[in-house]
């Protein structure tokens, strides 16, 4: 069975810090585009970071530049994203999703999804 599986979540406070991992179960990470997204409540989901196979293509949107930082750790067969400085709103459901071509990925489009991890951000 083909899955991902996020880890990492939790509470925190205002300026912490959280790393979050994304695992494949069934399929390796290595030769797909892996993008984080997340929706908070009563939002719609958005997308957070993206990393392209290869030489690591990366794209943020803009309320986390400089603050996130997307990764893959190849010996593990895992991307994280290292969140820094972190928010009341980033306080979301992050899930992490992965697919074959870059652009369809971090446009949402990806072939395989996690079932998410919650971050909360707060005092």
């Known amino acids: 069975q083909l899955q991902l599986v996020e880890s990492g979540g939790g509470l925190v406070q205002p300026g912490g810090s959280l790393r979050l991992s994304c695992a494949a179960s069934?399929?390796?990470?290595?030769?797909?585009?892996v993008g984080w997204f997340r929706q908070a409540p009563g939002k719609e989901r958005e997308g957070v970071s993206c990393i392209s196979t290869g030489f690591g293509r990366t794209n943020y949107t803009d309320s986390v530049k400089g603050r996130f930082t997307i990764s893959r750790d190849n010996t593990k067969s895992t991307v994280n994203l290292q969140m820094n400085a972190l928010k009341p709103e980033d306080t979301a459901v992050y899930y992490c999703a992965a697919g074959r071509h870059y652009d369809v990925t971090c446009g949402g489009g990806a072939n395989y999804w996690g079932k998410g991890t919650l971050v909360t951000v707060s005092s």
């Open positions: 069934g399929f390796t990470l290595d030769y797909y585009a």
